[in-house]
């Protein structure tokens, strides 16, 4: 490896082939839990009287408003009128679920979102101890704000819309277009199945075939009308005619991944001519006059005011409306993001963690990637018979050939290929599946390092993997965290890409080039391809990446230099040795850090297995499928790590008529908490939720929305025990306990 060398590296190495990067994302909630604690009551009305006080902290309502306006706008009026929770109406009732809704979001989760989820960089050191220094209190933390991808996007599309600018727009050919020996062909990536169809070429000799030629990326719309003796306003119709069958782009693209996309928008004004180039010059800078006002912008109402006059310049110029998906996963909230540093001022850590993240997380890891890797491989093997069935060995094939010849077998193969998974999801190697199967009715099963390290020798790890492992520390405190007394609890691990590299934490860095170098070098050691991400449409809260790997475009443009990316449409398959690989120019033979397509469940349907790393996306997805008569999973602890915890699936009530804030609802709560044998503090995924709620059964008001969605469920309820549990929150400031992960990048070759 070309990373730097560090005691303990070597040992790693033997231990299990896993190298931890240096640096580790630490991410916690900007309130403490005692906000939460403090509603701990007797009945609904004191808990809800607590929750009042709570929210009528202008930090709650500004966490509120950088979540969904919408929702800040309810409870801000709601709380204005000073509700008296003795005399609630219906409407008050919900807005006070509501309000519960958020702060169990901001004092339970690691969301990393503004300063209701700051985030922290820390570094692996030599010294013998972990060293957190949270500096003064009361200093103002780092905030960055950006424009979302989706916002400048909009913003480049009225530019573009402009009459005096559409004729230095630069049509150019989509990524995904074919074009060989006059065929002219799409492959519609990201949505699944992936479709290739062809497209009829513009009639010979027509004014748009002669147009058609001239888009090379580099002529803009005057210079093809000047070329053809036409008018810019006859070329833009014409070309939109060619983009309508997928065979032009005429936009302002802004590529994916950019940290600023803005600065895309700028380098183009900046080559416009006269009033042109004047007025979008001064839109721009009033745009970010008012971003930077927001940034800088101190307590709520001046917040809300510095957003709101951002928000609403933003729709005056472009006529869209300045959120999306307010409130959801995976979208953009607003027109712009805002991420937190920590006010802290270093964070070191050596020692007994050190040791454990670099020599005993690892061991963890490879357990819980044995029933991927087994997936991964059984898929991979079906795919490569296949291609020898229909192209046969040592042949070159369009990759657009390849998905062609797919989805023509396609519809049954997908579905073998997915009833195949299935097959090894149910019954495939898992040593972790199979202690937990076999002790369904225990409350906990602890097992020794050496059990641990004697299995993870037989995983057979036969390709690369990049994944970010979310490690959350149990302690009393930080003495404890350097006496060795801690337990370690697996949340999630993410597979094939690099969750140090995304989103806007590596603006936060203090030497963002040093990370982006060091995770570059690591990558690049791990295989004996090219490793590289696909570039598709922007459709998430944030998809900016540091410049680390090179990039292949699928469906969106990309940022990096040319040599740094390759087309879809020049991929080609060869069966070359004992596998399939896939090239491209000027790359060679390049693998994906994950597949070119919107959901990763599609994947298991499609070749691109083959072209991937390992892959582990959520909590679950190194275990196997849980038998439906199976209602409990114990705890499963290895030396100091708990890969899996504690587990309960709760069937719906019998269906009733809910109604908010009742003594019924309270009961309920304690019936299922006896019942199934709960402890105080969980986490529970409802089907018609996008993400756990947290659940404290001594907090009446958690109760009720515990009990709201769950005599709505219509699937059982996946409780999980709270751990560490709030004993153990080890992370502490002025305010008081606050939950904390962190996020630790691992590497494996397929060497």
């Known amino acids: 490896m070309t990373a730097p060398v560090r005691s303990g590296a070597a040992e790693t190495k033997a231990t299990s082939s896993w190298l931890v990067a240096n640096d580790v994302l630490i991410k916690t909630t900007g309130f403490p839990f005692e906000s939460l604690a403090s509603l701990r009551a007797q009945d609904i009305s004191e808990s809800v009287r607590a929750l009042l006080e709570v929210c009528r902290d202008d930090r ?42 958020y702060l169990q979001r901001f004092c339970a989760k690691n969301e990393s979102t503004s300063f209701f989820g700051p985030v922290f960089w820390a570094r692996l050191t030599d010294d013998s101890t972990v060293t957190l220094e949270q500096g003064e209190a009361g200093t103002e933390a780092r905030r960055a704000v950006f424009w979302s991808h989706w916002a400048a996007q909009v913003i480049a599309d009225r530019m573009a819309a402009d009459a005096d600018v559409m004729p230095f727009l630069v049509p150019v050919r989509p990524p995904n277009l074919v074009e060989r020996e006059g065929l002219l062909r799409g492959v519609h990536f990201v949505d699944h199945p992936i479709q290739v169809s062809d497209i009829p070429p513009p009639a010979a000799g027509s004014p748009q075939s002669v147009l058609f030629k001239l888009v090379d990326g580099n002529r803009t719309v005057q210079e093809c009308s000047d070329t053809l003796g036409i008018t810019v306003t006859e070329a833009a119709e014409l070309l939109r005619g060619l983009e309508a069958h997928g065979l032009v782009r005429l936009r302002l693209d802004i590529p994916v991944g950019m940290l600023e996309p803005m600065h895309h928008v700028r380098t183009f004004v900046a080559t416009l001519p006269g009033e042109a180039r004047t007025r ?9 006059r008012l971003r930077e006002r927001f940034r800088r912008a101190e307590g709520l109402r001046e917040r809300q005011a510095a957003l709101g006059a951002t928000r609403t310049r933003f729709e005056e110029i472009t006529g869209a409306a300045s959120t999306r998906g307010a409130g959801g996963h995976y979208t953009d909230r607003a027109i712009v993001i805002e991420e937190c540093l920590h006010t802290w001022k270093r964070f070191d850590i050596g020692g007994p963690v050190r040791d454990y993240l670099e020599n005993e997380l690892p061991i963890a890891l490879n357990l819980l990637f044995e029933l991927p890797l087994a997936r991964r491989r059984a898929r991979a093997a079906e795919v490569d018979r296949w291609f020898l ?77 990049v994944a970010g492992a979310d490690v959350l520390l149990g302690a009393t405190d930080q003495d404890a965290l350097n006496r060795g007394d801690f337990l370690s609890v697996i949340g999630e691990v993410h597979g094939l890409h690099d969750q140090l590299l995304q989103g806007l934490w590596t603006d936060l860095h203090p030497n963002a080039d040093a990370l982006t170098r060091e995770i570059a070098d690591i990558v690049s050691e791990l295989s004996d391809t090219t490793i590289c991400d696909p570039v598709m449409w922007h459709w998430r809260k944030t998809i900016a990446r540091a410049p680390a790997l090179p990039e292949v475009e699928f469906a969106g443009r990309s940022p990096r230099p040319l040599g740094r990316f390759a ?20 790359l060679g033979r390049i693998s994906l850090t994950r597949p070119p397509l919107r959901s990763w469940g599609d994947e298991v349907e499609t070749l691109f297995t ?9 909590p679950d997805d190194g275990l196997r499928r849980v038998p439906e008569h199976v209602n409990h999973l114990p705890r499963l602890t290895v030396g100091r790590t708990v890969v899996h915890r504690e587990t309960w699936w709760l069937p719906p009530p019998p269906k009733a008529r809910w109604r908010a804030m009742t003594a019924e609802n309270q009961r309920l709560g304690r019936w299922a908490q006896e019942e199934f044998g709960l402890p105080d503090e969980v986490y529970v995924k409802f089907s018609a939720e996008p993400k756990p709620v947290f659940v404290d059964f001594r907090i009446p008001v958690l109760v009720e929305l515990f009990t709201r969605f769950w005599q709505r469920a219509t699937a059982p309820a996946k409780v999980v025990e709270m751990l560490p549990d709030s004993k153990n929150l080890w992370v502490r400031d002025g305010s008081g306990r606050h939950t904390c992960e962190l996020r630790v990048g691992c590497y494996h070759s397929e060497k």
């Not at 997908?414 to 190697?429: C, I, N, W």
């Not at 599946?433 to 995983?459: K, P």
């Not at 087309?567 to 000027?586: K, N, Q, T």
């Not at 083959?610 to 959520?618: E, K, M, N, V």
């Open 60 to 101: 709650f309502l500004e966490a509120v408003m950088m979540s969904s306006p919408d929702a800040f706008e309810q409870l801000d009026r709601w709380l204005a009128k000073n509700p008296d929770p003795t005399r609630f109406r219906s409407d008050d009732r919900r807005k006070a679920l509501l309000a519960a809704m």
């Open 280 to 288: 979008w010059t001064r839109i721009c800078d009033e745009l970010d």
């Open 389 to 465: 069935h229909c192209f046969g060995s040592d042949r070159s094939v369009p990759l657009d050939e390849v998905l062609l010849a797919w989805s023509r077998d396609g519809h049954a193969f997908g579905t073998q290929l997915r009833a195949l998974d299935r097959r090894v999801l149910e019954s495939g190697p898992c040593a972790i599946s199979d202690v937990l199967h076999q002790n369904s009715d225990r409350r906990s099963v602890n097992l020794d390092l050496a059990w641990g390290r004697e299995r993870a020798g037989t995983v057979n790890f036969d390709t690369w993997c």
């Open 567 to 586: 087309r879809a449409r020049d991929l080609s398959v060869r069966h070359a040795g004992d596998r399939l690989h896939l090239y491209a120019e000027p």
């Open 610 to 618: 083959l072209f991937t790393g390992a892959r582990s996306i959520g």
